[in-house]
């Protein structure tokens, strides 16, 4: 990868969303790691300190729901962009997403979660690099 390649975090329990979602952002220009589920995320945020932004499902195993996610790793990075996913809810619940996140409802582009994610990442201070032409716009995860 780029040394200017933006990091993502994609938290999907599904296994096929997930492999899915990871192939289409990483054409899209993003170089993604992968967690199936809140645990395994935190794992990864205390990991790496480059991750530019986390785009995880609500509807995570084990307990933990994409919400409480999203509010442990503003403890570790109180400025990480989030993006909320979900085929479940129409719209993130108020007073339980985190200030700043956004919420995409599925099935979603690989594109629109591209351009949102790299709106969030620029509102955070950082450029982030055009997608490569591989990116394919059909696909719906």
Do not use: W
Not at 96 to 112: E, I, N, Y
């Amino acid at each position: 990868m780029h040394p200017d390649t933006p990091v993502l975090l994609v938290v999907e329990d599904d296994f096929l969303v997930r492999l899915t979602m990871a192939d289409a952002l990483t054409d899209g220009g993003f170089e993604v790691i992968e967690a199936g589920d809140a645990r395994e995320a935190l794992s990864r945020i205390c990991e790496r300190n480059d991750i530019s932004a986390m785009l995880t499902d609500i509807n995570l195993p084990g307990g933990e729901d994409g919400f409480a996610l999203a509010r442990a790793v503003r403890v570790i990075r109180p400025d990480l962009p989030v993006v909320y996913a979900s085929g479940r809810y129409s719209a993130a619940e108020s007073g339980k997403s985190v200030d700043g996140s956004r919420f995409l409802a599925k099935p979603f582009t690989p594109s629109l979660a591209a351009d949102v994610i790299r709106d969030l990442i620029a509102l955070d201070g950082h450029p982030v690099p055009e997608p490569s032409q591989q990116a394919d716009v059909r696909r719906a995860v």
